[in-house]
């Protein structure tokens, strides 16, 4: 079942249950798929969709002085994210895959990280890790 298929299914139980909250916010998503060209999406596709309607919730919450942390809204919509990876899961990859003294500049091994832990890594997080190698 692709993730497009789980949002939808969730609706339908999430209507069932009487979870307005939960059902808001899947409407949401399903309203950002509809203004897609095609109906059916892929799963990268439908991440991508998801991370930026957080993006502009927590830039909307940080405008008005709230604390995103707090929003049911986003802990919702991050609850279809692939799990994210941890500090210690990239540093270990690193090690192991990564020859940093090929690179002129070590922020120049962001591109092969990120392309490993394609959507599973906050680039943030990344640059942080490499900035203190």
């Not at 092969?112 to 900035?131: E, S």
Request: proline letters at 4%.
């Amino acid at each position: 079942m692709s993730l497009q298929e789980q949002i939808r299914n969730d609706l339908k139980a999430s209507m069932k249950a009487k979870t307005a909250t939960k059902t808001a916010a899947i409407r949401v998503i399903l309203g950002e798929f509809s203004r897609q060209p095609t109906k059916e999406l892929a799963d990268p596709e439908v991440i991508a969709i998801i991370r930026k309607l957080i993006k502009s919730e927590t830039e909307l919450l940080t405008a008005s002085n709230s604390k995103p942390g707090d929003s049911d809204y986003i802990s919702i919509l991050e609850a279809y994210l692939p799990q994210q990876a941890t500090e210690a899961e990239i540093k270990e990859w690193i090690a192991a895959n990564i020859d940093l003294t090929t690179f002129n500049n070590t922020m120049q091994a962001m591109k092969p990280i990120m392309a490993q832990f394609a959507g599973r890594a906050d680039g943030k997080l990344v640059k942080t890790i490499l900035q203190n190698l």
